[in-house]
Structure formats: C-alpha cells, structure tokens
C-alpha cells in the first residue's frame, strides 16, 4: 500500500520560508516521478513543482518561480519543497503526489496525471 505523508507545513509571516517534506512508503520511490500541488479554499488544486524520478527534469508552476526549490533524496523516499519569499497568496494546503506516468512541460501540471496522493499539509501565510 502507497502512503505519502507530508509534514513541515504551519504558520508564517509574509517573506519568510518553509520547508515541506514527503515521505513515501509501499513505492519504489526510484522510479516515481514527485509532485507538489497545491488547494486554498475555494479554489482549484494548483500546480506547484514536478520532479523526474531521478530529478533531472524539474519543472514549476509560474507563480513559484523563483522562490520554490523541489528536491528528492531517492535512498531516504523522500521530497523536499523549500519555500522562500512566501506570500499571503501562497496560504493552502500543499498535497505531495506520486505517478510513474511520463510528462513533459505543461503536461506535468495536470493533477489527474498522479497515481498516489498525500493527505496534504497545511501552510499559512500572514501578511
């Protein structure tokens, strides 16, 4: 069975940073590709960042560029997102995904192209 359990989420003030974390079990993590989405209230899920299984092909949601780094350490199952420079507009709940499914440029930011979902953690940003 996959679980991907996020952690790392919380409460911060507008220009400080974040770091989320996302650990999967029951997967060959190797050979998954990592993503990082993204739901506030009332709103659509939202892309954030895609990582190839071996990291070498990364991509990010336009309104993140810049200010979000995804990483993955495939020997500890695990998927970084660093956030700097948060903004108000970046308060939801950030869910970690997981799908062998190829995808290239805009094609990763399609959230029916991930087989497995975190339950999501939650970040606040205070103005």
């Known amino acids: 069975q996959v679980q991907l359990v996020e952690s790392g989420g919380g409460l911060v003030q507008a220009g400080g940073s974040l770091r989320l974390s996302c650990a999967g079990s029951?997967?060959?993590?190797?050979?998954?590709?990592m993503g990082w989405f993204r739901q506030a209230p009332g709103k659509e899920r939202e892309f954030v960042a895609h990582s190839r299984w071996n990291g070498g092909r990364i991509y990010y949601g336009d309104s993140v560029k810049g200010r979000f780094t995804i990483s993955r350490d495939n020997p500890k199952n695990t998927v970084y997102l660093q956030m700097n420079n948060l903004k108000p507009d970046d308060t939801a709940v950030y869910y970690c995904?997981?799908?062998?499914?190829?995808?290239?440029?805009?094609?990763?930011?399609?959230?029916?192209?991930?087989?497995?979902w975190g339950e999501g953690t939650l970040v606040t940003v205070s103005s």
């Open positions: 995904a997981a799908t062998e499914n190829y995808c290239s440029g805009y094609g990763c930011y399609d959230p029916s192209l991930m087989n497995h």
């Open positions: 029951g997967l060959t993590f190797s050979r998954y590709s």
